[in-house]
């Protein structure tokens, strides 16, 4: 039986690691990365809704246990921070799992097809998204609130060298950046770094499409939802739209 109801549970392995995932839905695959606080009632309500876009959802479980109380992730936080599979504080590097995650892209690509697949990282997870973008699977990817590397509000987790090809890959994949203006987790300084490694802008052939909402939060997709709503932007739909326009055929 699976701990997520309605969701099927089973075990992918690659590069010596072994991560939970739970799948629904079909259409083309979309990988969704969990915040900090963990695979929480949130993250499950916002899968359901791109299920229902039409497409097929796949969360793994990065740490902590299917829909704990986000207090709990966020008490248990301070041992993320001495586990080998994530980076937290070094610059221009990304975290070890983020080559487990590109295997993944191209297992789900291989089995439900379409263009590619899509993959969205949230606050922790945000940058893992810039470090997929070299699989060529990975065709519509999101970055909502990346809040990595700590302490460094210009710095990216993901070598130099790694986000020059994906911003050199000859198939125009687009990225979607989240945040909330007024954000100690994620500071105007760390798209100003994607906006210069991937280019922004009207009339720019870049691939980073930044959207900003007016205001303090962080959550874009989850527990900050309602409040980007209340300020005119519904993040959600973004990213279906983004979705939508990569994977689902015309």
């Known amino acids: 039986m699976s701990a997520i109801r309605t969701f099927r549970e089973e075990i992918f392995s690659a590069d010596g690691r072994s991560l939970t995932l739970f799948r629904k839905g079909t259409g083309p695959a979309v990988i969704l ?15 359901e809704l791109i299920v229902e876009g ?21 008490l248990k936080s ?8 994530f980076n937290n504080l070094a610059a221009d590097k990304s975290s070890p ?3 487990s995650l590109r295997v993944l892209c191209r297992k789900l690509h291989g089995e439900h097809g379409g263009p590619g697949v899509g993959a969205i ?8 998204i810039f470090a997929m973008m070299v699989e060529r699977s990975l065709v519509a990817p999101v970055t909502a609130q990346p809040s990595l590397p700590l302490f460094q509000p210009a710095a990216l987790d993901v ?7 994906a911003s050199r890959r000859d198939d125009a994949v687009p990225l979607l950046g989240l ?5 100690g987790r994620c500071p105007a300084a760390r798209f100003e770094s994607l906006q210069a490694a991937l280019g922004a802008g009207p009339g720019s052939v870049g691939r980073f499409r930044p959207v900003v909402i007016p205001g303090r939060g962080h959550s874009t997709l ?29």
Do not use: S
């Not at 990365?33 to 899968?47: D, I, S």
């Open 33 to 47: 990365l969990h915040e900090l606080p963990g695979l929480t009632a949130e993250t499950v309500e916002f899968a």
């Open 222 to 250: 989850t527990f900050d939802y309602q409040a980007a709503l209340d300020r005119g932007v519904d993040t959600r739909d973004l990213v279906l739209q983004h979705l939508r326009t990569h994977l689902l055929p015309i």
């Open 179 to 183: 945040r909330f203006e007024d954000d």
């Open 97 to 99: 799992i983020t080559a």
């Open 121 to 128: 990282g949230m606050c922790y997870t945000g940058g893992f």
């Open 78 to 85: 301070p041992v993320m921070c001495i586990r080998r599979e």
């Open 159 to 165: 070598e130099p060298e790694k986000l020059m090809a």
């Open 54 to 74: 039409g497409f097929h959802v796949v969360m793994p479980l990065l740490f902590g246990a299917p829909l704990q109380n986000p207090m709990i992730g966020l």
